[in-house]
């Protein structure tokens, strides 16, 4: 059965702060890494990874996969209050199995 | 543009009781999944829905099945609900020549479901 773990379950840091999320699977059929925030309720797409070593960004959040040790790791730079969120990793293999999340609190 | 729309947002039944959640999936888009999310889990594939077929199926009983409609709505049915079927059942869409990627999924807000 699929596994995707993500560490840590939840964080709490001050505005500017930088932060490093981690995931780590274990799929039959890897086909490509995928990050989400949820905040509230509907997960939004972040990034999605499927080569080794090639870092995605979009402003002040990054992502990299690395497929020899199965993992991949989200950073969040300079953070702000609105990045308080769920950030869910998935892994596709035809279907998408997700981690447990790992719950990031931004303080003013 | 409407995103991914879900009805109700919320619902309470009993066990035994039978449940349907329905979902309008983001214009453009005529693939459709389902997923259950546990409170503090993370979102678990019930099935995937693309030309008015189940496509693929995770790890669910037969309880729990579905409709695809030929304007790519889609319906999650429930029997004999069970205390631990209380979740947040989120619907994506995705067109179809990402049905496999799953890249830019659109997720619906939800429907909570509560089983007392």
């Known amino acids: 059965e699929d596994k995707v773990v993500q560490s840590p379950l939840s964080l709490v840091v001050h505005e500017g702060d930088t932060v490093t999320l981690n995931c780590s699977y274990e799929v039959t059929n890897f086909r490509s890494l995928l990050w989400y925030k949820q905040e509230k309720k509907a997960p939004t797409f972040l990034f999605m990874l499927?080569?080794?070593?090639i870092e995605k960004k979009s402003g002040r959040l990054s992502s990299i996969l690395d497929k020899k040790e199965l993992s991949s790791i989200l950073n969040i730079t300079a953070t702000q209050t609105g990045d308080s969120a769920i950030y869910l990793c998935a892994v596709n293999d035809y279907k998408l199995s997700f981690g447990a999340g790992t719950t990031v609190t931004v303080r003013a | 543009d409407a995103g991914v729309t879900q009805s109700p947002t919320h619902l309470i039944k009993t066990r035994g009781q039978q449940v349907t959640l329905r979902c309008s999936p983001k214009?453009?888009?005529?693939?459709v999944s389902w997923y259950q999310q546990a409170l503090g889990q993370g979102p678990q594939f019930i099935f995937q829905y693309y030309e008015e077929e189940e496509r693929q199926r995770g790890n669910f009983p037969d309880r729990f099945s579905g409709h695809q409609f030929p304007n790519y709505s889609s319906e999650l049915n429930v029997n004999a609900l069970l205390l631990g079927d209380s979740a947040l059942y989120l619907c994506a869409s995705t067109t179809r020549d990402r049905r496999f990627t799953n890249e830019k999924l659109f997720f619906g807000s939800g429907t909570q479901l509560s089983v007392l």
């Open positions: 499927t080569s080794s070593g």
């Open positions: 214009s453009g888009h005529d693939t």
